[in-house]
């Protein structure tokens, strides 16, 4: 199985500021990788696909960069609905590890 | 509107088996895929396995390998996770999830864009 692993685990920021969030692949995975935002008690929301593709509704603060092994999640001015935890998931036809999360909380 | 509709709740004891369901509706049932995702109290969204609804075919992660199987209902647009030998480590909320296909000239791209509401087991002797 392919894993994830995700940087930091936890990570403190006050409202306003940037946030980036990594994602490492154990092989290459292309853009095969998906953001998700999860609050407590509450399914995950998709944010980004295909590695840099924003859903559709979802705010131009937050954007994905990346292919291959090493991925990025950046929220570019931290709003207080933002925190949250944030997965990353490699998806392909047969398979959809996910990392092991960051959780964002407010300074 | 497109909806996922999960089981209720069960408590189960270690070595049961429980058999979680998941109804679609709203969306040609046989053109998604489906993952069951799992998380533990206080942890992080661990992948199981997909279902593929249109053959049956399946996949699961090696962890579960042994011990899930995923079936579906193609009259009653259905999805079941069953999870056996069940230990107390199993003690988490179970969700099942669509899978979303975009494709371009090149590949396909996954992401899941609905969940169920999830159903919780516990195991507890």
């Known amino acids: 199985d392919i894993q994830l692993t995700q940087s930091p685990s936890f990570l403190s920021a006050s409202v306003g500021d940037r946030v980036t969030i990594t994602c490492r692949a154990s092989?290459?995975?292309?853009?095969?990788l998906a953001w998700y935002q999860q609050k407590p008690g509450k399914a995950p929301k998709l944010l980004i696909y295909a590695a840099s593709t924003l859903q559709s509704g979802v705010p131009s603060r937050f954007s994905g960069s990346g292919s291959g092994t090493e991925f990025t999640l950046t929220i570019t001015s931290l709003q207080p609905e933002d925190f949250a935890t944030y997965y990353c998931q490699q998806l392909n036809s047969y398979s959809g590890t996910f990392g092991g999360g960051t959780k964002v909380e407010i300074k | 509107q497109v909806q996922l509709v999960q089981s209720g709740a069960e408590v189960k004891k270690p070595g049961a088996s429980v058999k979680v369901s998941c109804k679609a509706s709203?969306?040609?049932?046989?053109?998604?895929?489906m993952h069951w995702v799992r998380q533990a109290p206080g942890q992080g969204l661990e992948w199981m396995g997909i279902?593929?609804?249109?053959?049956?075919?399946?996949s699961y992660a090696q962890k579960f390998q042994d011990r899930v199987t995923m079936t579906r209902d193609t009259s009653t647009s259905t999805v079941y996770m069953e999870l056996s030998s069940l230990r107390s480590e199993d003690t988490a909320v179970y969700y099942c999830?669509?899978?979303?296909?975009?494709?371009?000239?090149?590949?396909?791209?996954?992401?899941?864009?609905?969940w169920g509401k999830g159903t919780t087991v516990t195991v507890s002797s």
């Open positions: 999830a669509r899978v979303r296909t975009v494709s371009t000239s090149a590949t396909k791209y996954y992401y899941v864009d609905v």
């Open positions: 709203g969306y040609t049932f046989t053109s998604y895929y």
């Open positions: 279902i593929i609804p249109s053959g049956g075919r399946t």
């Open positions: 092989q290459g995975i292309s853009s095969y």
